[in-house]
């Protein structure tokens, strides 16, 4: 079973503080890797991907990357009460599969 | 990013009948699928749709009970048969861009009764 884990939350943090999301993922034959913002009765919204190791930046937005531990977070910066919603990682897999495979998500909250 | 509308947005259902979501993309793409979100919970695949095959399903959904048309670039339906209260959920269509990158539609919000 190729799984993608995320602690359910609630994360809780102050306004203008830094939000760290986690996931792991157990197929090493991901290839790349997404985050999803979804607001309670919305869809999921894409708010950036990754698939190389390292760091990538977008805004307030960094996803960091480490294969060799099968690991992906996501940081935000400066977090804002509009950031509260449910945050999804997903991973792409193997060549010739396109989905996605969705870890459960990890539901922030940022308290004014 | 393609604009994509799926109709209807909700619906109220009876047991044991048929609902159609249609899934519309303002832009050609190649491969779209459908998702499910029951409540509470993150999203499960049910099936990739390609436009002149047949649909792809995921363990535990058949075509019997999720029939999938894809008559061309731009559209897409999902049926849910014989529904039960089980089948209550969010029910997306996705497309993938550039490649890589999957959007989303606005979801179809389906309890049935």
């Known amino acids: 079973q190729k799984e993608v884990e995320q602690n359910s939350g609630p994360l809780s943090v102050p306004e203008g503080a830094i939000a760290s999301l986690n996931c792991t993922y157990s197929d090493r034959g991901s290839q790349s890797f997404f985050w999803y913002r979804q607001y309670s009765g919305k869809s999921p919204e894409l708010i950036m991907f990754?698939?190389?190791?390292g760091d990538k930046e977008d805004g307030r937005f960094t996803a960091q990357l480490n294969k060799a531990s099968q690991y992906v977070s996501l940081l935000i910066r400066d977090s804002q009460p509009s950031d509260s919603a449910t945050y999804l990682c997903a991973a792409k897999g193997y060549t010739g599969r396109r989905a996605l495979t969705f870890g459960s998500g990890t539901r922030l909250q940022v308290q004014p | 990013s393609a604009v994509i509308s799926q109709k209807p947005s909700r619906d109220i259902c009876q047991r044991g009948t048929s609902l159609t979501i249609q899934c519309q993309v303002d832009s050609q793409v190649t491969m779209m699928f459908w998702y499910r979100q029951q409540p509470g919970q993150s999203l499960t695949l049910i099936a990739t749709?390609?436009?002149?095959?047949?649909?792809?399903?995921e363990s535990g959904f058949v075509i019997d009970k999720f029939p999938i048309s894809r008559p061309n670039l731009t559209f897409s339906t999902l049926t849910v048969s014989n529904m039960s209260p089980e089948d209550s959920s969010i029910y997306l269509c996705?497309?993938?861009?550039?490649?890589?990158?999957?959007?989303f539609g606005p979801g179809t919000r389906l309890t049935v009764l």
């Open positions: 990754i698939y190389s190791n």
């Open positions: 749709a390609n436009q002149g095959s047949e649909a792809t399903y």
């Open positions: 996705s497309v993938e861009e550039y490649g890589n990158t999957q959007y």
